[in-house]
């Protein structure tokens, strides 16, 4: 610990003794880096150390308790081999369109609508369309396994029923069990979306459209040359977090195909979870988690090219 | 690099773990003389009234405290895996169930071998085939002490079988159903004058044909002998589901619940003696209305646990004590009247009063006498750590032999692909 008077000596010496102030300085750093440091610590140890030992464990054969063995890149060929990795692969791929695009368009129309001066009420629908966001996921999936009921007399086997449709075995149909799913992250996610594209509209400038309605401009047109363009970035960041939340879709599928690893509703982290925890290896696993990744990267840059595109 | 990984998983484990470390403390803080106090950690899974037979124990041992901790079935086993896995965290003792037995086996060594123990003296208590369950394949370590077992008989709905003019009566209708011909013929009937089908699910028909087999899917060399040991029982299932005999709810699903409700159906063959509970459960108006009775050639075990010492226990001299009293004829019997999980302990099956269980939901019928009957007829398998892997993949086809009309032969073949594959990356 400093004593008492080497807290006022750096005032007066200033000028003289720049090495003094600067170990006061160091020490003002130290103390800095200390109240940030749990973050660091915590992050290091859940965040940090798990990505790295995941990048390790891929190149390894492991079984969780014996001896690691380093196999190279077999892991990786295993799983590019693998048909059902691939089958995983366009299940999460296909869920992403039926689970994610309709979310985004339909959250986009509820936010204008909402935003809408005509609206009465505005705050509890507001909170009612944010409201499945919080819904716990495992209770959402359980009631949507309900409602996709093989027997005829399931809820949505009676209402496909209405159209003449035969009832469909929802849990092993290849559509019927990924139209279940995509509509129970849709459900889920729509609320959420319309927030986030709804604080977009409120910060487009009120001026701008009285500009355009005295220029005499049609609501497509305020559409089209306002609404888009102000609101790229919000667009941008929602379809960003939409698709690397689809590409990790779990619990919705786990739930609704869990015992029976199912391939018709395998996703790709589910496929990787299988390997870890049902067959006990964690090498193929860890390896399908980096592929994962490298895809991830991917399409967000795909993203990022087709985003930097729009309304130009 | 190795001890640096391992010290930081430690570390991680040892912060989330912080809630239940306390004990270890305690228990080291005073070690000293032959009264030392010992401090217990004992994870279960599923509702076994244990705590009552602890305080019982306490009482008798007041040097001995012990803490337990109840949790659901999978997340205890993948607490259990991941602290032994890192070598910190785990229990004094642990529950494993059977269908997980093989898999704790491949890390034995992280594991006290309960012989030099005194395990020895306990084995004539229990039934052989579950003994030997809780060993490896030669006997000379021995994991785990034997808690209940799951053996099986064939519970049926007797108004079904009344509406089709069959025998409702469990004695008559267990002289009809000698083998599985006639289970096939009585399916017949069912279907003919019901138009129901005789049984539910896919899984519980193949299951108990292969419960008969001394050898299911793995022989003691870990090779995969399913086309020698089950294919048989496949046939028979995919022909009697595709004949709409059997029909295709899946176990555990809300429709398969409410079929239970409904008597939609004649039987559910090797169902295991825990499931009364389930039926009870999914069809609370339905006593009075099922019965049971054997299983035509014999019956089998589904489910049950061991109890086990992990090998970062300090006391395990005090927890093999108190496991081989709890696990002894006397308490089973009390976990049985208490929760109804069935001793593993034969010495029970002859107690007048376990015998003269009776069970009015399933029409009065002597529940401990038929499940005991079933127990001692138990033929030991050996399951071999790939065991779930190679059921899912059986059903999975039973189940696209159901739903999707698929070809049976086709998906057996694509199931062994399936199986091949996933076995050969471990």
């Keep these: ?312 | 690099m190795k001890k640096f990984v391992s010290l930081l998983t430690a570390g991680a484990l040892a912060l989330s773990l912080v809630g239940c470390s306390d004990s270890d403390e305690k228990a080291s803080s005073s070690k000293s003389g032959s009264d030392e106090k010992v401090t217990l950690d004992f994870w279960v899974f599923g509702s076994t009234g244990y705590q009552k037979l602890i305080d019982e124990y306490q009482n008798d041992h007041p040097n001995v405290k012990i803490k337990l901790n109840e949790g659901e079935m999978n997340d205890m086993h993948n607490n259990l895996f991941t602290s032994i896995s890192a070598g910190s965290g785990a229990p004094d003792i642990a529950m494993i169930e059977v269908s997980q037995m093989e898999k704790f086996k491949e890390a034995s060594e992280r594991f006290y071998n309960l012989n030099e123990y005194g395990a020895g003296d306990y084995e004539k208590n229990f039934l052989d085939w579950k003994w030997q369950q809780g060993q490896n394949v030669d006997g000379s370590f021995q994991m785990g002490f034997p808690t209940d077992i799951g053996p099986t008989a064939l519970f049926y709905r007797k108004d079904v079988l009344d509406s089709a003019g069959l025998p409702t009566e469990s004695e008559d209708l267990s002289a009809k159903l000698n083998t599985w011909e006639d289970f096939y013929d009585m399916a017949k009937t069912v279907k003919e004058k019901t138009g129901k089908p005789m049984s539910d699910s896919p899984e519980l028909v193949f299951n108990a044909l292969r419960d008969q087999q001394s050898e299911h899917y793995f022989n003691e060399k870990d090779e995969l002998i399913i086309e020698e040991s089950v294919k048989d029982a496949y046939d028979y299932t995919a022909k009697m589901i595709q004949e709409g005999l059997v029909g295709k709810n899946s176990l555990w699903t809300p429709e398969w619940g409410s079929a239970m409700a409904e008597g939609s159906y004649a039987m559910m063959p090797g169902a295991p003696a825990w499931m009364m509970g389930v039926v009870k459960g999914n069809a609370p108006e339905a006593g009075g209305k099922w019965s049971l009775t054997n299983i035509p050639e014999g019956a089998g075990n589904w489910g049950g646990s061991f109890l086990t010492v992990p090998k970062e226990s300090k006391h395990p001299e005090e927890a093999v004590e108190f496991i081989a009293w709890l696990t002894s004829p006397e308490s089973q019997l009390k976990s049985f009247n208490d929760m109804g999980l069935f001793p593993s302990t034969p010495d029970v099956y002859e107690n007048e009063d376990f015998l003269a269980t009776t069970d009015e939901y399933f029409s009065g019928q002597p529940t401990a006498k038929i499940f005991a009957e079933a127990a001692k007829s138990v033929k030991p398998v050996y399951m071999g750590k790939n065991y779930a892997i190679v059921n899912t993949e059986i059903l999975t086809a039973l189940t696209n032999v159901a739903t999707k009309k698929a070809d049976p032969e086709k998906e057996w073949t694509k199931a062994v692909e399936r199986i091949e594959k996933q076995i050969g990356r471990q």
């Design chain 1, 1 to 312: 610990m400093p004593d008492v008077n080497s807290e006022k000596a750096p005032l007066n010496k200033k000028p003289f003794s720049t090495k003094r102030s600067f170990s006061e300085k160091k020490k003002e750093a130290l103390a800095g880096y200390l109240y940030i440091s749990p973050f660091f610590i915590l992050f290091a140890i859940f965040g940090l150390f798990p990505i790295l030992f995941s990048f390790y464990l891929g190149f390894h054969r492991w079984n969780g308790f014996g001896e690691m063995e380093y196999v190279g890149f077999k892991n990786f060929s295993l799983i590019l081999s693998d048909p059902l990795f691939w089958k995983s692969l366009s299940n999460t791929i296909i869920m992403w369109i039926l689970g994610t695009l309709p979310q985004l368009l339909i959250g986009i129309i509820l936010a204008y609508a909402l935003n809408a001066t005509i609206i009465k009420f505005k705050s509890i629908f507001r909170v009612s369309v944010f409201m499945p966001y919080v819904t716990s996921t495992v209770a959402v999936a359980i009631v949507f396994g309900i409602m996709f009921n093989d027997q005829p007399f399931g809820l949505f086997n009676i209402i496909i029923g209405w159209f003449g449709v035969d009832p469909i075995n929802w849990s092993t149909s290849d559509w019927g069990l990924k139209i279940a799913i995509s509509t129970m992250v849709f459900w889920r996610w729509v609320g959420y979306n319309t927030i986030i594209y709804l604080a977009g509209l409120q910060a487009i400038p009120g001026e701008l459209y009285e500009a355009a309605t005295i220029d005499g401009a049609t609501t497509r047109q305020k559409i089209q040359y306002i609404t888009i363009p102000m609101l790229k970035p919000i667009i941008i960041l929602t379809v960003f977090t939409s698709t690397i939340g689809a590409l990790q879709l779990f619990t919705e599928p786990l739930i609704m195909v869990g015992r029976t690893y199912r391939e018709e509703g395998l996703t790709v982290v589910l496929y990787l979870y299988r390997e870890a925890f049902n067959n006990m290896a964690f090498g193929t696993a860890s390896a399908t988690a980096i592929i994962l990744f490298l895809i991830i990267i991917v399409l967000s840059s795909i993203n990022v090219f087709i985003a930097n595109r729009i309304g130009k």
